[in-house]
């Protein structure tokens, strides 16, 4: 059976005069181990706040495991978890100093917080480092002491607010790990990023956010298809003459063709397969090719294919 965890309808933020989220829809599933990518200033951490109750939207409605949720009614609130992108750590504490402080502001006390620290540090893989001062420690492990905190109460529902920013690849790894460790323990978990690629190695789902809308959101597959689909399709003949032109620009899958010399770059709205089509059908009508490739795109080249260039 799908359970709906997080329904968003209709959400609307405006600071000052700059619409910050317009009339946004979402909804994950139980289970979903969702990215949400856009650009600096897309509207995520405005979207995260509102999510954790912590930022009240203009208009709108989130619904949380079928419950409302406001800065106001907390009873959702228990269900969040919420690491925001910047979090303070306290330098003078210890790993476990810093869990026991934040085991017990959330009601544990003896034996239960003990099992409850040593629970949520071994699951972040931070046991062995319990005796280490907090503010010698590196920026990725900085990030899995905050997750093992977050974890302290629970939560149904992760929201991680650009937790591998700044981290290398093996930190980067690390938190990959853990995700993949919580969503097998059923969480669902939202986690933000600029990064299409970094999410996509991680998420299930996908959703991107442009401008304060959710352009676009489904399985990380189709979403890694669409981003294929949007890099430029570049190709080099021994030379481009009136018929070839002619063929190129009234093929059904090819958009803003462009000619530069011998050199044709196109939308070609087709998958590999499709490529492989057109390739063939240009050598039977006698075009001498030297480059046939998809060239790398952006997240931007994404984002104008996807809104047709709005
Ligand atoms: N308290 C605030 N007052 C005024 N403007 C704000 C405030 N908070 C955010 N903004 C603006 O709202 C827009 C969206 O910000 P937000 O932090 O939600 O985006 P973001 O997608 O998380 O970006 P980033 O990846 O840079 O963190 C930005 O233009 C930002 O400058």
């Known amino acids: 059976m799908v359970i709906i965890m997080l329904e968003i309808q209709d959400l609307s933020k405006e600071y000052d005069t700059h619409m910050v989220l317009d009339s946004m829809k979402l909804h994950i599933q139980k ?41 106001k009614e907390r009873r959702t ?24 402080f934040y085991t017990q502001m959330n009601g544990y006390k003896g034996k239960d917080a003990k099992k409850k620290i040593e629970e949520n540090l071994e699951l972040v893989n931070l ?24 974890l302290i109460s629970e939560p149904e529902l992760l929201l991680l607010d650009e937790p591998t920013s700044g981290l290398d690849p093996r930190a980067r790894n690390d938190i990959r790990m853990i995700l993949n460790t919580l969503r097998e ?10 990064l299409l690629h970094d999410l996509s190695k991680m998420c299930s789902h996908i959703g991107i956010l442009d401008k304060g809308k959710m352009i676009t959101q489904g ?27 002619k063929f190129l620009d009234s093929h059904a899958l090819i958009n803003n063709l462009t000619i530069d010399g011998a050199q044709a770059t196109m939308h070609f709205q087709g998958d590999s397969m499709e490529e492989a089509k057109l390739l ?18 952006s997240l931007e080249r994404l984002f104008l294919q996807i809104t047709k260039g709005e």
Do not use: W
């Open 185 to 194: 323990k059923g969480k669902t978990i939202i986690i933000s990023s600029h």
């Open 219 to 245: 399985p990380v597959e189709d979403i890694l298809q669409m981003e294929e689909q949007a890099k430029p399709l570049r190709i080099r003949f021994t030379e481009v003459n009136a018929s070839l032109l």
């Open 127 to 150: 046991y062995s480092k319990k005796e280490e001062y907090v503010d010698v420690l590196s920026r990725g492990i900085k990030q899995r002491l905050c997750l093992a905190r977050c």
């Open 31 to 71: 289970g979903e181990l969702f990215g949400l990518v856009g650009p600096n200033g897309a509207g995520k951490t405005t979207m995260i706040k509102i999510i954790a109750g912590l930022l009240e939207p203009d208009a709108g409605l989130v619904m949380i495991d079928g419950k409302r949720t406001t800065t």
């Open 280 to 297: 063939t059908a240009l050598i039977r009508n006698g075009a001498g090719i030297c480059y046939f490739a998809r060239e790398e795109g």
């Open 77 to 100: 609130h228990a269900k969040i978890g919420y690491m925001p992108d910047y979090s303070g750590t306290y330098p003078n504490l210890t790993v476990y100093e810093y869990m026991d």
